[in-house]
């Protein structure tokens, strides 16, 4: 599948906008994750990861109002190109939110929006062990990531009913996860980690 713009262009999109760093290791670590996804189903790599990577695209203009993410992210992509597809799969990672109106009655249904909404969460719990770790995510193992990840109280605030979905995909977790880890394991040096 053609993509209108390369990688460095939705970075330079990206950047347009008032990101925080914590963002921007999030779009990359997301990016990382799905080209991991896309190679293990046999799926196109560059198209993976860029809805990976501009998943959030709209986030630095919607966060302090969550009933536009997503919503913003069509007009944005479509000046930039992208098919109404793409730009369906980006939003799908909205659906179901109390705080997005237009997608709380929407519900995922490819194996792509399982794996993104799957990438894009576990993004959080894998960050959080590594920081726990001094930063180190070169030793981590599956093991205790499963750990934390089972943990309620550990990184709280994500929701591990959205990284379940990778099982919809035909993912066991413990895969996800060990697919999920190495992938951000090879951009460490990007996202300030060892």
Known sequence: MT???????AID?????????????HYLETEAIMKALARHFNEDEEYWGMIGLLHDVDWA???????EHTIKAEEILKEKGF????????????????EIPKFKNKERTKKVE???????????????YALLRDKNISTMEVKGLKKRFKD?????????????????AGLELSE???IAMDAVK???????LN
């Not at 919607?62 to 009933?67: Q, Y």
């Not at 090879?186 to 300030?192: H, L, V």
């Open 3 to 9: 993509l209108p713009i390369t990688k460095d262009e």
């Open 13 to 25: 999109l990206l950047k347009t906008m008032p990101q925080q760093e914590s963002d921007m290791n």
């Open 61 to 67: 203009l919607t966060r302090d109002n969550w009933k």
């Open 83 to 98: 098919d109404d597809e793409f730009i369906q799969i980006v939003q799908s990672h909205g659906y179901g939110y109390d």
């Open 114 to 128: 399982y794996c993104l909404i799957a990438a894009e969460t576990v993004t959080g719990i894998i960050y959080a």
């Open 152 to 168: 309620k109280a550990f990184a709280r605030n994500c929701r591990r009913e959205l990284v379940l979905e990778i099982e919809k």
């Open 176 to 178: 996800f996860l060990q």
């Open 186 to 192: 090879s951009i460490k040096e990007e996202i300030g």
